[in-house]
């Protein structure tokens, strides 16, 4: 290619007009060729810039605040979250900072030797393993084994008006890898076996601990996403194209709750409350916080 233009040169001195024509038409096939390849590369360049990013990380320098666990055993900290209504009807809320760094640390370690293959409720009550419906690992925690358990158990209790904490179940850390979700469905109980354990289960906490992943949000189908009503919303929730499509997703970042009545205002069953747990996907890891409150004390 070089060579072209002192071959052009060398045509239009002798002036032969075939030659000349003939290098003309190669150069314009080779720049042709490279403006061709340079699109592509550029299509290429931009595809990679939109590869999906991790939504969330773990990033404590990101927190404002923290407690140091040892002073726990003297008295709880003072909370730090902040609130946003998100829909009425069922009513959800979401906290941000419902947990702080070291405590979502904490909860994770205590977790980490005790995780199951998780359950479902049969409708007789009974649990059972069900890898159509739910596919995760759940770790129990013990009620008030700890200071700091006891502290985040009576914060999930004050945020509720001060219920008496023994309400809350005992608090499970649930882990979903890559690949595992936890198909729609309802908190509520429609069996005498569960409800006889201290009644309704009439909210729930979902308190991300940690996300590293691209997906893993968590969908309220019956509630679908309105522009108008949740564009302010899209720091913590699902904005996209495609948004108006679903109910609300709620995106998986640590810390942050999403709380909500599974009963409506005469203590019936919500349907509107039906919502799933999506796979985190790629290479993704997510656990969570499961909160269940009763209508009376919980008995196990
Ligand atoms: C946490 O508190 C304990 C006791 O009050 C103290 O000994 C320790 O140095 C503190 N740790 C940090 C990281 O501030
Ligand atoms: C979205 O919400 C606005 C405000 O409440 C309402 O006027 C509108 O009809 C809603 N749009 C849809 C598609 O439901
Ligand atoms: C999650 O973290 C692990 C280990 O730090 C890493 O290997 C993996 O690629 C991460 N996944 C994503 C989706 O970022």
Not at 247 to 256: V, Y
């Amino acid at each position: 290619m070089r060579y072209i233009p002192v071959l052009l040169v060398f045509c239009a001195v002798l002036n032969i007009y075939q030659c000349r024509y003939s290098l003309l038409q190669l150069t314009d096939t080779c720049l042709n060729t490279f403006i061709w390849f340079l699109t592509d590369f550029h299509r290429y360049i931009q595809q990679l810039k939109e590869l999906p990013k991790p939504i969330s990380t773990y990033d404590p320098s990101n927190m404002h605040f923290n407690y140091n666990l040892s002073e726990y055993q003297r008295e709880c900290p003072e909370h730090r979250y902040n609130i946003e209504i998100i829909s009425r009807r069922p009513l959800i809320i979401y906290i941000k900072n419902f947990l702080t760094p070291n405590e979502m640390q904490y909860l994770l370690k205590l977790a980490d030797p005790h995780f199951q293959y998780s359950k479902v409720i049969n409708n007789d009550g009974s649990p059972a393993v069900d890898d159509n419906s739910r596919v995760s690992s759940t770790a129990f925690l013990q009620r008030s084994q700890s200071p700091i358990l006891e502290c985040i158990e009576k914060r999930f209790a004050a945020f509720q008006g001060n219920i008496n904490p023994l309400q809350i179940e005992p608090l499970q850390v649930v882990k979903y890898q890559s690949n595992q979700f936890f198909n729609p469905h309802f908190d509520w109980f429609t069996d005498e076996n569960n409800l006889n354990k201290g009644g309704q289960r009439i909210t729930t906490f979902f308190t991300y601990l940690s996300a590293n992943c691209t997906k893993g949000e968590t969908e309220f189908i019956e509630v679908k996403y309105n522009h108008t009503l949740h564009s302010r919303f899209c720091q913590f929730l699902m904005c996209d194209d495609e948004a108006e499509q679903y109910g609300l997703r709620f995106r998986p970042i640590p810390g942050n709750s999403i709380f909500w009545f599974n009963v409506d205002e005469n203590e019936n069953n919500d349907r509107l409350t039906l919502h799933a747990g999506r796979p985190p996907s790629e290479n993704g890891l997510k656990f969570g916080l499961n909160t269940w409150t009763r209508q009376a004390i919980f008995h196990g």
